[in-house]
């Protein structure tokens, strides 16, 4: 087996996990989980993201919660920014790293931000312009990679153009989103094998959505791919506002479990990162999304 010796996470449950709550949720608590992430030694926290607020009504504190955490030295703390607007947004709560974020399926990408995938990716070209002369590193999504809820099947070959488009506009890295969680590893090894022909392997990571269940193994496919890298919600936050019936990110307990098995070590503390998605699920009332933590926590 030619696993990558070291994986990445891309910690994505303050953002991905927590835009889709429809009940209040504090900045002190906000503050707190990103806190509790970062102490737990997540080197990379998707913090919020600067968004239209009528769009994403969760997300409109991030500016607060960005003045409200202790930031780490060696901890990146990003933002999803997706226009010039929110880029500058962003700038001005300090924030050093952003992603952009295009779909695969014009569908949701009307859906999700109001515009084509073409109008999307022109959209980017002032925020990288600007970015650069900020030197804020972005980072680039597509969504849909695997299937979207409004067209279906997604081709890999349409996927590919537009992780290309984004790598060639200076996205140093471009997140592959299985939006609605119902690729299979199979899919996900073509997927990579067509996106690879165009973007290096280890410019790629996966995002995968546990719909159906299948996350863990996707992860799997894609190391199996050379992939390094992977965004996760501790306890499972989330789901998309866009997506019905989507549930949230793979669990980021149940990937550092998954890698343990492997012989891939992180600086992650599992008992510290449970700890904090269980306290976060707390505060919203809800069942804790990893089957790692839920075992533990029930003395398995
Ligand atoms: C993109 C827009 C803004 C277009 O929305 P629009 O309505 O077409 O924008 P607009 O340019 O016509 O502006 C309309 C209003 O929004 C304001 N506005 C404009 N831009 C901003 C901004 N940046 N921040 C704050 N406000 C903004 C603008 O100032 C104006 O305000 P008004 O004059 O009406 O008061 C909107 O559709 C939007 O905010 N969408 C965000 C959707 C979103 O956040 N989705 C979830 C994240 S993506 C995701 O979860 C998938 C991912 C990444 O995890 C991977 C995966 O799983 O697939």
């Known amino acids: 087996m030619n696993l990558p010796k070291q994986v990445r996470l891309v910690e994505v449950g303050p953002r991905d996990g927590l835009q889709n709550e429809k009940q209040p949720i504090s900045v002190a608590d906000k ?3 990103v806190d509790d992430l970062s102490a737990a030694g ?3 926290i998707e913090v919020g993201s600067f968004v239209s607020p009528k769009w994403v009504p969760q997300m409109a504190g991030s500016r607060e919660v960005f003045a409200g955490i202790q930031q780490r030295p060696g901890v990146t703390y990003a933002a999803l920014t997706p226009n010039l607007k929110g ?16 779909a695969a399926s014009e569908a949701f990408s009307q859906k999700n931000i109001n515009c084509s995938i073409g109008e999307s990716l022109q959209r980017f070209l002032p925020l990288l312009d600007a970015a650069r002369q900020h030197g804020v590193r ?4 597509v969504s849909c990679v695997l299937g979207c ?10 996927v590919a153009r537009v992780a290309r488009d984004l790598f060639a506009m200076g996205c140093y890295e471009v997140s592959l989103g299985d939006t609605i969680g119902t690729g299979t590893a199979g899919d996900t090894r073509r997927l990579i094998e067509v996106v690879g022909r165009d973007i290096p392997r280890d410019k790629l990571a996966g995002h995968f959505h546990d719909t159906y269940g299948q996350a863990l193994a996707n992860i799997y496919a894609s190391l199996l791919e050379g992939v390094g890298v992977f965004d996760s919600s501790v306890a ?3 789901g998309c506002p866009y997506a019905k019936g989507a549930t949230g990110n793979v669990a980021t307990e149940d990937v550092l479990y998954l890698l343990d098995g492997l012989g891939i070590a992180t600086d992650v503390d599992l008992d510290r990162l449970i700890a904090a998605g269980q306290r976060i699920c707390t505060v919203l009332g809800k069942e ?5 933590a839920r075992a533990r926590l029930a003395g398995a």
């Not at 972005?138 to 999504?141: A, L």
């Not at 804790?288 to 790692?292: A, D, E, H, T």
């Open 31 to 33: 503050v707190r989980l």
């Open 42 to 44: 997540l080197a990379y």
């Open 87 to 102: 880029f500058e947004a962003a700038l001005e709560a300090g924030v050093k790293e952003v992603a952009v974020f295009a």
């Open 138 to 141: 972005v980072r680039g999504y």
């Open 149 to 158: 809820p409004y067209d279906g099947f997604v081709a890999p070959e349409q």
């Open 236 to 238: 499972g936050l989330g």
């Open 288 to 292: 804790n999304g990893s089957r790692v």
